[in-house]
């Protein structure tokens, strides 16, 4: 298949589609036969339990690690995300829950470290610039670009987090566990940083456990359980019919599905056919 281009893509593609992905490690299997679509300029809540799949899956689009088996397609061509520098220059940023400051640098080499323009004689004035310019894009409550990221508040070091990733143009960015032990005025701040990012025509992926925060700001929630889909919902669906999914208190497609096939496959080891049951 040919490349292309966010822009050439049909209208209503994804930028970003699984098939079937599954990862193991040794004999543990960490996700099973995942799909997942991505569109531009919506959010797409990733919610499941604890050991649900959902960090090893952002790992996969991160480059960290190799899906066993499976096919990722990124602007409409199947890509193969080996490394996580593969990741990121297709347009796949990632901003893990520890958002990886330097405490003791200010704003602008957070920014730009590792990026830096021209990095053998360091161009402050223009990278102070583009720093004000996306900040101010991003409408952030940043006092300085000065100021040490040390002395700034849990949902500041957030917004420096995203919009470093933002400095590369990507196309999808992923957000772990974005408003993880903040404050109620620090989560909207976060929350109305996300929706800005959307309305820039990127396609977001965020984890969290607060369901709350994820239907303020979700267009779809993704659930995953025991590494599987469990289902997908609008943020219309109420916190039982989530809560639901996410135990597997109840049934719904997926689920049903999914027991159907392995009552298949315990069937068929009982009749001796030699296929393995699925832990």
């Known amino acids: 298949m040919t490349g292309k281009t966010i822009g ?13 992905i599954s990862k193991s490690f040794g004999a543990v299997s960490a996700l099973s036969d995942i799909e997942l679509d991505v569109h531009a300029g919506e959010v797409v809540a990733l919610v499941g339990d604890n050991g649900a799949g959902k960090s ?3 790992k996969v689009l991160a480059g960290v690690h190799r899906p066993t088996s499976g096919t990722i397609s990124f602007c409409g061509r199947e890509v193969l ?3 996580p520098g593969t990741a990121m220059s297709l347009g796949i940023a990632t901003v893990y829950q520890d958002l990886a400051l330097c405490e003791n640098l200010n704003v602008v080499a957070n920014l730009f470290l590792g990026h830096e323009m021209k990095p053998w004689r360091l161009d402050e004035v223009s990278m102070e610039v583009r720093a004000w310019t996306l900040l101010n894009e991003l409408a952030a409550r940043i006092p300085s670009v000065r100021e040490p990221v040390a002395s700034l508040s849990g949902g500041q ?5 995203i919009a470093r990733s ?8 992923m957000l772990d566990e974005p408003t993880a032990a903040l404050g109620v005025a620090q989560t909207a701040e976060v929350l109305n940083l996300i929706e800005r990012v959307r309305d820039r025509g990127l396609g977001v992926v965020m984890i969290s456990h607060n369901m709350e925060d994820v239907k303020a700001v979700a267009d779809r929630i993704v659930v995953l359980r025991l590494g599987r889909n469990n289902g997908v919902f609008t943020r219309d669906a109420s916190q039982q019919e989530l809560v639901a999914a996410i135990t597997g208190a109840s049934e719904n497609a997926v689920s049903r599905r999914i027991g159907r096939k392995e009552a298949g496959a315990f069937k068929a ?4 056919e030699g296929r393995e049951i699925a832990p």
């Open 8 to 20: 050439t893509l049909p209208r209503g593609e994804p930028i970003l589609s699984l098939r079937g």
């Open 166 to 173: 933002l400095l590369l143009d990507p196309k999808i960015i």
């Open 157 to 161: 070091r957030q917004t420096v987090a």
């Open 56 to 58: 090893t899956l952002v």
């Open 269 to 272: 080891a009982e009749a001796g």
């Open 81 to 83: 995300l080996d490394d």
